[in-house]
Protein backbone atom coordinates (compact mmCIF):
# COMPACT_ATOMS: atom_id res chain seq x y z
CA UNK A 1 0.00 0.00 0.00
CA UNK A 2 1.41 3.32 -0.65
CA UNK A 3 1.74 5.37 2.51
CA UNK A 4 1.67 8.20 0.78
CA UNK A 5 -2.18 8.13 0.66
CA UNK A 6 -3.98 11.44 0.38
CA UNK A 7 -4.88 12.81 3.93
CA UNK A 8 -7.58 16.05 2.71
CA UNK A 9 -11.00 14.60 1.90
CA UNK A 10 -11.44 13.43 -1.84
CA UNK A 11 -13.72 11.55 -3.63
CA UNK A 12 -13.42 9.13 -6.47
CA UNK A 13 -15.60 7.85 -9.56
CA UNK A 14 -14.84 3.95 -8.94
CA UNK A 15 -15.27 1.33 -6.48
CA UNK A 16 -12.69 0.98 -3.97
CA UNK A 17 -12.21 -1.57 -2.22
CA UNK A 18 -8.97 -1.81 1.02
CA UNK A 19 -7.71 -4.51 3.28
CA UNK A 20 -4.98 -3.31 5.90
CA UNK A 21 -2.73 -5.88 7.23
CA UNK A 22 -0.56 -3.41 9.53
CA UNK A 23 -0.64 0.02 10.84
CA UNK A 24 -2.92 2.17 13.04
CA UNK A 25 -5.07 5.85 12.18
CA UNK A 26 -8.41 7.02 11.45
CA UNK A 27 -10.46 6.57 7.92
CA UNK A 28 -13.43 8.93 7.55
CA UNK A 29 -16.23 8.35 5.04
CA UNK A 30 -18.87 10.64 3.99
CA UNK A 31 -18.00 12.65 7.19
CA UNK A 32 -18.15 9.24 9.48
CA UNK A 33 -14.86 8.52 11.56
CA UNK A 34 -13.45 4.90 11.34
CA UNK A 35 -10.35 3.31 12.94
CA UNK A 36 -7.86 1.68 11.29
CA UNK A 37 -6.12 -1.61 12.19
CA UNK A 38 -5.15 -4.45 10.62
CA UNK A 39 -7.79 -7.11 9.68
CA UNK A 40 -9.87 -4.00 8.76
CA UNK A 41 -11.60 -3.83 5.19
CA UNK A 42 -13.15 -0.76 3.94
CA UNK A 43 -15.45 -0.16 0.56
CA UNK A 44 -16.41 3.23 -0.83
CA UNK A 45 -18.43 3.78 -4.02
CA UNK A 46 -18.55 6.56 -6.32
CA UNK A 47 -19.07 9.49 -5.15
CA UNK A 48 -18.03 9.07 -1.33
CA UNK A 49 -15.55 11.04 0.41
CA UNK A 50 -13.21 10.27 2.36
CA UNK A 51 -9.46 10.77 3.53
CA UNK A 52 -6.89 8.99 5.94
CA UNK A 53 -4.92 10.25 9.14
CA UNK A 54 -2.34 7.46 9.87
CA UNK A 55 -0.49 6.91 13.76
CA UNK A 56 1.25 3.87 12.31
CA UNK A 57 2.64 2.94 8.74
CA UNK A 58 0.34 1.13 7.20
CA UNK A 59 0.45 -1.72 5.22
CA UNK A 60 -1.85 -3.95 3.32
CA UNK A 61 -3.45 -4.28 -0.13
CA UNK A 62 -6.33 -1.66 -2.02
CA UNK A 63 -8.00 -2.22 -5.55
CA UNK A 64 -10.25 -0.31 -7.23
CA UNK A 65 -12.49 -0.75 -10.42
CA UNK A 66 -15.23 0.91 -12.50
CA UNK A 67 -18.96 -0.15 -12.18
CA UNK A 68 -18.25 -1.45 -16.59
CA UNK A 69 -15.43 -3.21 -15.11
CA UNK A 70 -16.93 -5.58 -13.34
CA UNK A 71 -20.29 -5.69 -14.68
CA UNK A 72 -19.22 -6.28 -17.93
CA UNK A 73 -18.63 -9.51 -16.84
CA UNK A 74 -21.30 -10.38 -14.74
CA UNK A 75 -23.96 -9.70 -17.01
CA UNK A 76 -26.72 -11.23 -14.08
CA UNK A 77 -25.00 -9.89 -11.42
CA UNK A 78 -24.39 -6.22 -9.77
CA UNK A 79 -22.27 -4.89 -7.27
CA UNK A 80 -25.42 -3.86 -5.76
CA UNK A 81 -25.93 -7.11 -4.36
CA UNK A 82 -23.51 -7.38 -2.10
CA UNK A 83 -24.26 -5.36 1.03
CA UNK A 84 -21.42 -2.70 1.88
CA UNK A 85 -22.06 -1.57 -1.62
CA UNK A 86 -26.45 -2.11 -1.76
CA UNK A 87 -27.37 0.57 0.63
CA UNK A 88 -25.59 3.70 2.76
CA UNK A 89 -27.59 2.56 5.71
CA UNK A 90 -24.93 -0.59 5.44
CA UNK A 91 -21.85 0.17 7.57
CA UNK A 92 -18.60 0.82 4.96
CA UNK A 93 -16.18 -1.58 6.67
CA UNK A 94 -15.65 -4.96 8.55
CA UNK A 95 -13.31 -6.73 10.73
CA UNK A 96 -11.47 -9.88 10.04
CA UNK A 97 -10.25 -12.26 12.26
CA UNK A 98 -6.59 -13.32 11.50
CA UNK A 99 -7.70 -16.61 10.14
CA UNK A 100 -9.98 -14.91 7.55
CA UNK A 101 -7.30 -12.17 6.89
CA UNK A 102 -4.83 -14.78 6.09
CA UNK A 103 -7.19 -16.43 3.16
CA UNK A 104 -8.64 -13.11 2.03
CA UNK A 105 -4.84 -11.94 1.67
CA UNK A 106 -3.83 -14.53 -0.92
CA UNK A 107 -6.51 -13.70 -3.05
CA UNK A 108 -5.61 -9.87 -2.77
CA UNK A 109 -1.81 -11.21 -3.77
CA UNK A 110 -3.43 -13.35 -6.82
CA UNK A 111 -4.95 -9.86 -7.71
CA UNK A 112 -1.85 -8.28 -7.79
CA UNK A 113 0.10 -11.00 -9.46
CA UNK A 114 -2.39 -11.71 -12.41
CA UNK A 115 -2.70 -7.47 -12.71
CA UNK A 116 1.63 -7.48 -13.06
CA UNK A 117 1.09 -10.17 -15.94
CA UNK A 118 0.29 -9.58 -19.51
CA UNK A 119 -1.79 -13.73 -19.89
CA UNK A 120 -4.78 -14.20 -22.21
CA UNK A 121 -7.90 -13.08 -20.27
CA UNK A 122 -5.86 -10.97 -18.06
CA UNK A 123 -8.93 -9.14 -17.18
CA UNK A 124 -11.57 -12.09 -16.82
CA UNK A 125 -9.40 -13.37 -14.38
CA UNK A 126 -9.09 -10.21 -12.49
CA UNK A 127 -12.85 -9.63 -12.12
CA UNK A 128 -13.43 -13.30 -11.41
CA UNK A 129 -10.69 -13.00 -8.22
CA UNK A 130 -12.41 -9.68 -7.57
CA UNK A 131 -15.78 -11.12 -7.50
CA UNK A 132 -14.49 -13.92 -5.05
CA UNK A 133 -13.08 -11.81 -2.78
CA UNK A 134 -16.66 -10.08 -2.71
CA UNK A 135 -18.09 -13.06 -1.83
CA UNK A 136 -15.96 -14.43 0.77
CA UNK A 137 -16.28 -10.84 2.40
CA UNK A 138 -20.07 -10.76 2.18
CA UNK A 139 -20.03 -14.12 4.01
CA UNK A 140 -18.12 -12.41 6.71
CA UNK A 141 -20.30 -9.19 6.77
CA UNK A 142 -23.49 -10.88 6.90
CA UNK A 143 -21.98 -13.63 9.47
CA UNK A 144 -23.39 -11.86 12.63
CA UNK A 145 -26.63 -10.57 11.38
CA UNK A 146 -29.07 -10.96 13.95
CA UNK A 147 -31.77 -12.62 12.30
CA UNK A 148 -34.92 -11.61 14.34
CA UNK A 149 -33.73 -7.98 13.04
CA UNK A 150 -34.23 -9.21 9.18
CA UNK A 151 -36.99 -7.38 7.69
CA UNK A 152 -39.39 -9.26 5.32
CA UNK A 153 -38.23 -9.74 1.81
CA UNK A 154 -41.24 -7.58 0.70
CA UNK A 155 -39.79 -4.96 3.11
CA UNK A 156 -36.86 -5.31 1.76
CA UNK A 157 -37.55 -4.93 -1.91
CA UNK A 158 -39.29 -1.53 -0.54
CA UNK A 159 -36.82 -0.39 1.16
CA UNK A 160 -33.84 -1.03 -2.07
CA UNK A 161 -36.72 0.87 -4.61
CA UNK A 162 -37.05 3.99 -2.38
CA UNK A 163 -33.38 4.66 -1.74
CA UNK A 164 -32.93 4.03 -5.31
CA UNK A 165 -35.52 6.84 -5.63
CA UNK A 166 -34.24 9.14 -3.31
CA UNK A 167 -30.74 9.20 -4.99
CA UNK A 168 -32.26 9.84 -8.43
CA UNK A 169 -34.73 12.90 -7.50
CA UNK A 170 -33.77 14.09 -3.88
CA UNK A 171 -32.32 17.20 -5.74
CA UNK A 172 -36.05 18.34 -6.60
CA UNK A 173 -38.48 16.03 -4.58
CA UNK A 174 -37.89 16.46 -0.37
CA UNK A 175 -40.87 14.91 0.62
CA UNK A 176 -42.02 11.37 1.57
CA UNK A 177 -45.61 11.69 -0.52
CA UNK A 178 -43.61 11.75 -3.91
CA UNK A 179 -41.78 8.36 -2.92
CA UNK A 180 -44.95 6.97 -1.74
CA UNK A 181 -46.67 7.91 -4.84
CA UNK A 182 -43.86 6.27 -6.71
CA UNK A 183 -43.73 3.00 -4.72
CA UNK A 184 -47.50 2.62 -5.47
CA UNK A 185 -48.03 2.45 -1.27
CA UNK A 186 -49.64 4.62 1.47
CA UNK A 187 -47.17 7.20 2.87
CA UNK A 188 -48.21 5.61 6.27
CA UNK A 189 -47.17 2.21 4.63
CA UNK A 190 -43.49 3.43 3.56
CA UNK A 191 -43.11 5.18 7.19
CA UNK A 192 -44.25 1.97 8.52
CA UNK A 193 -41.53 -0.05 6.81
CA UNK A 194 -38.68 2.34 7.44
CA UNK A 195 -39.47 2.69 11.05
CA UNK A 196 -39.43 -1.49 11.22
CA UNK A 197 -36.07 -2.08 8.98
CA UNK A 198 -33.93 1.23 10.09
CA UNK A 199 -35.55 2.61 12.84
CA UNK A 200 -36.14 6.03 11.32
CA UNK A 201 -38.72 7.73 9.08
CA UNK A 202 -38.89 7.87 5.50
CA UNK A 203 -38.01 12.32 5.93
CA UNK A 204 -35.23 11.37 7.59
CA UNK A 205 -33.84 9.29 5.08
CA UNK A 206 -34.74 11.94 2.48
CA UNK A 207 -32.90 14.78 4.81
CA UNK A 208 -29.66 12.35 5.16
CA UNK A 209 -29.39 12.33 1.44
CA UNK A 210 -29.53 15.72 0.87
CA UNK A 211 -27.33 16.76 3.88
CA UNK A 212 -25.03 14.77 2.16
CA UNK A 213 -24.53 15.72 -1.04
CA UNK A 214 -24.69 19.11 0.63
CA UNK A 215 -21.13 18.60 2.19
CA UNK A 216 -20.19 16.88 -0.52
CA UNK A 217 -20.59 20.40 -2.33
CA UNK A 218 -19.48 22.11 0.39
CA UNK A 219 -16.20 20.39 0.63
CA UNK A 220 -16.06 19.73 -3.21
CA UNK A 221 -16.98 22.08 -5.08
CA UNK A 222 -15.64 25.81 -5.58
CA UNK A 223 -19.08 27.14 -6.49
CA UNK A 224 -20.20 29.57 -3.51
CA UNK A 225 -23.04 28.22 -0.91
CA UNK A 226 -26.17 30.32 -2.60
CA UNK A 227 -24.89 28.51 -6.16
CA UNK A 228 -24.72 25.04 -4.23
CA UNK A 229 -28.26 26.15 -2.55
CA UNK A 230 -29.65 26.87 -5.96
CA UNK A 231 -28.32 23.44 -7.32
CA UNK A 232 -30.03 21.61 -4.58
CA UNK A 233 -33.41 23.37 -5.27
CA UNK A 234 -33.79 25.06 -2.02
CA UNK A 235 -35.86 28.49 -2.88
CA UNK A 236 -33.02 30.60 -1.43
CA UNK A 237 -29.29 30.19 0.66
CA UNK A 238 -31.06 31.05 3.79
CA UNK A 239 -33.71 28.34 4.02
CA UNK A 240 -30.68 26.19 3.25
CA UNK A 241 -28.18 27.53 5.52
CA UNK A 242 -31.37 27.43 8.07
CA UNK A 243 -31.59 24.02 7.16
CA UNK A 244 -28.31 22.22 6.92
CA UNK A 245 -27.62 24.05 10.50
CA UNK A 246 -30.27 22.22 11.63
CA UNK A 247 -29.44 18.60 10.72
CA UNK A 248 -25.24 19.07 11.52
CA UNK A 249 -25.14 22.14 13.89
CA UNK A 250 -22.67 24.16 11.45
CA UNK A 251 -23.33 26.60 8.93
CA UNK A 252 -22.56 25.65 5.50
CA UNK A 253 -19.62 28.52 5.80
CA UNK A 254 -19.13 26.87 9.48
CA UNK A 255 -18.45 23.37 7.31
CA UNK A 256 -16.37 24.61 4.45
CA UNK A 257 -13.84 26.51 7.11
CA UNK A 258 -13.39 23.42 9.43
CA UNK A 259 -12.57 21.04 6.20
CA UNK A 260 -10.65 23.60 4.64
CA UNK A 261 -8.47 24.20 7.05
Given amino acids: MNTELISKPHSHNFYLCVLFTEGTGKHEIDFSS ?13 GQTHSWKFETKPEGFIFFHSQEFYELKFLDHTL ?13 LLELSKKEMKNIEVKFQEVYA ?4 RNTLRELKITNIINSIYI ?12 EKLVSPSYSVILERLESLINQHFYKEK ?14 HLNRVVKKALNKTTNQLISERIILESKRLIIHSENNLTTIADTLKFS ?6 KFFKLKTGFTPMGFRKKYSS
Fill in 34 to 46: YRVNPGKVFFLKP
Fill in 80 to 92: NSFPFFYSNQNPP
Fill in 114 to 117: EYLQ
Fill in 136 to 147: DLTRVYTANVNL
Fill in 175 to 188: LPKFYSYQLNITTK
Fill in 236 to 241: DYAYFS
